[in-house]
């Protein structure tokens, strides 16, 4: 069996996504495969997804890092919004990954939006607030224990990176980070706290 991925590549670090899919993917077939042979998965496709007719191609979607608001207003202008809703609430056991932008764009509820108009996807259930950790001067790299069928850590980037501020029914939490923020109330105190940063729906 082949698996057919797709990377939406209007804006922001697609290309990024498909070199590091293929270098996985290729480790994935090479190890994982080998020792697992009941998964019947012999090659990985990924492709650049420019056009809504692609998406009828593949069998997974990855929304990548880059402007969310831009990325929006490019999807409405070419005609993805409606397509991509549709494929986010497929019943045919299609997925969807959002990383950064990508996550925005999927959350159901958003705050600190631009004002005025930011298209969203929706079809996951949490609320998202962007730009959480600052400006880009703040950005930071961290490593990630993250908890699914096989616990792995993961190193990652924040730049201007968004944040779950709230999960709600049939979300489950993957992966969270300590991370000191200045609250509202004193804005010279730095309190630590447990911040949601990656999840995944039942659905999906």
């Not at 056009?51 to 202008?77: K, V």
């Not at 908890?147 to 968004?162: G, M, N, S, W």
């Amino acid at each position: 069996m082949e698996l057919n991925i797709g990377v939406l590549a209007l804006q922001g670090a697609f290309i990024e996504h498909v070199h590091k899919i293929k270098e996985v993917t290729q480790k994935f077939l090479e190890e994982v495969s080998k020792d697992n042979p009941e998964l019947k998965i012999s090659k990985v496709n990924v492709t650049e997804i420019r056009e809504p007719n692609q998406l009828d191609s593949i069998d997974s979607l990855i929304i990548p890092g880059g402007e969310s608001t831009t990325m929006g207003l490019l999807a409405q202008r070419f005609n993805f919004i409606e397509p991509l809703k549709q494929f986010i609430k497929s019943e045919k056991s299609k997925t969807v990954w959002g990383t950064c932008a990508g996550l925005i764009l999927l959350a159901d509820q958003v705050e600190n939006q631009k004002e005025g108009y930011q298209p969203l996807l929706g079809g996951l259930n949490v609320v998202c607030k962007r730009n959480y950790f600052g400006r880009q001067a703040e950005s930071f790299v961290t490593e990630l224990d993250v908890e699914h069928e096989l616990k792995i850590k993961t190193q990652a980037v924040f730049i201007r990176a968004p944040a779950i501020t709230s999960v709600g029914e049939g979300v489950k939490v993957l992966c969270q980070i300590k991370h000191k923020s200045k609250s509202e109330q004193d804005q010279t105190s730095n309190l630590q706290q447990d911040l949601v940063v990656g999840v995944i729906s039942d659905d999906q």
